[in-house]
């Protein structure tokens, strides 16, 4: 006889408006309608209910840079915001650059992270791109086309190379496509004007001009709309530049300088305007200590942390009537898990078991509800509806501020081969 579920979310309203309860053992959904006896049972009557978030760009720092964020903060940091896989950047100190680096950082957040993970490995001109593929890396960079904090450009033959090398091994070339200009990084509008729109559009070109071998270029936190229609290959943006411009912020506000940079008013609302033109949105979540972000505009190191508030603000402009839920969940969960061949979560039968529930009410952000170690936020008083509980293979972990110790996995890229 079939063991009974482990959970059962009773009256869950799927996007197309059916009620459902859903049933899940073993991590995965075994059965979408009436529910039986199990376990546990938890009413989402009046809830959002949304399979929980894949963020396919989140910095989570630890080793060197443990002041900025760890893995146990920063995957605190996920499950709070509805993110229960989150996608490690390779620009760590040192760089995940050899099966030794990645097989570390593996370990580490085996040990720590409270969500499951994947890793990237770096590019660069002499990595062992089989051998990282093989060692489980799960895409291929941010591969940085520009220089940014804590990653060091690639030319351009470089670059050609390395797409040529990462599609030989049937990977995907992840990108950071900008272009820099020389000239004094004082404020906001100057890092605007040094990273600019125009040049952003332009290295986004040139990678695509450079791909001769046509390998599957992922193109990460596009800033502008222009962007987005310059580029073939999935389209990653982030929140920062659909919510935040650098007109509502002080104008030399370190706080607010991230690559590539916030753009006018003007181009934040294009950009929003192409939100059916977005694949994947991503938080680039680039956690630095509060210290760092005080120092002055130009040594003040770029980033913005947001793996907690992505999905929230996401909701918040769902419940204000300006995106629909399934586009938000396309966008934040089944997208990027089809991208990264990662078994997708949802609502049918055999999908990973991973929800996050949330009641239909925004509230203003303020830092000190946050869970990452940096502190603060550049979203306060923004208005978001954030999750009260978040369920990972089917067991509880995270509610009301705590987080029980669930089942996370590591989810190794499609060239891996165990033992390697
Ligand atoms: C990122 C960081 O801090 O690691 N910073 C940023 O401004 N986005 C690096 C990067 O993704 O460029």
């Known amino acids: ?19 459902v309860d859903l049933s899940i053992r073993k991590g995965v959904v075994v059965h979408a309608g009436s529910s039986g006896a199990s376990e546990v049972r938890i009413d989402c009557a009046g809830m959002f209910v949304l399979p929980a978030a894949v963020d ?12 900025k964020e760890d893995w146990t903060t920063g995957s605190r940091s996920a499950l709070g915001g509805g993110v229960t896989v989150v996608v490690d950047q390779p620009n760590t ?5 050899s099966p030794g680096a990645l097989r570390d950082r593996v370990r580490d957040a085996q040990e720590h992270s409270l969500c499951h993970f994947a890793i990237n490995s770096s590019v660069t001109a002499d990595i062992p791109f089989d051998e990282m593929g093989r060692a ?31 599609h030989a091994v049937d990977g995907l070339a992840t990108i950071h496509a900008e272009e820099i200009s020389t000239g004094p990084d004082l404020d906001l509008a100057l890092h605007d004007e040094r990273r600019s729109v125009d040049g952003e559009v332009r290295a986004v070109k040139e990678v695509q001009n450079l791909n001769g071998s046509h390998c599957r270029l992922h193109l990460c936190h596009l800033s502008s709309a222009r962007s987005i229609d310059a580029a073939s290959g999935s389209v990653e943006v982030t929140p920062h530049h659909l919510f935040l411009s650098r007109d509502q912020f002080r104008k030399d506000d370190p706080r607010g300088k991230v690559n590539p940079p916030l753009r006018s008013e003007k181009h934040r609302r294009e950009l929003l305007s ?8 991503a ?19 770029s980033g913005i942390p947001g793996v907690e508030t992505m999905v929230p603000l996401l909701l918040g402009k769902v419940l204000d009537g300006t995106l629909s839920l399934p586009s938000v969940i ?6 990027p898990a089809r991208l990264l061949g990662i078994p997708p979560a949802g609502f049918a039968v055999g999908d990973r078991g991973d929800f996050a ?15 990452s170690k940096c502190g603060w936020t550049s979203y306060e008083n923004h208005p978001a509806v954030f999750p009260e509980m978040v369920i990972l293979g089917g067991e509880v972990v995270y509610h009301e501020g705590e987080f029980p110790r669930g089942k996370p996995s590591w989810f190794p890229g499609k060239g891996f081969v165990p033992g390697s």
């Open 330 to 335: 396309e966008k934040t969960s089944s997208t």
């Open 136 to 166: 489980g890396a799960m895409a291929f960079g941010e591969t940085f086309y520009a220089p940014s904090s804590y990653g060091e450009a690639l030319g351009r033959d470089a670059l050609s190379l390395a797409l040529e090398r990462i």
């Open 1 to 19: 006889m079939e063991s009974r579920p482990s959970l059962i979310l009773c009256n869950v309203q799927l996007p197309e408006g059916r009620v």
């Open 93 to 97: 100190i040192p760089p995940i650059d």
């Open 283 to 301: 938080s680039d979540h680039a956690p630095h200590t509060i210290a760092e972000k005080g120092e002055d505009f130009s040594d003040a190191p």
């Open 56 to 67: 396919m760009h989140v910095h989570m720092r630890g080793g060197l840079q443990s002041g």
């Open 357 to 371: 529930l949330y009641q239909k009410k925004a509230v203003r952000i303020r830092a000190d509800m946050l869970h």
């Open 274 to 281: 192409r939100w059916d033109g977005i694949d994947v949105i």
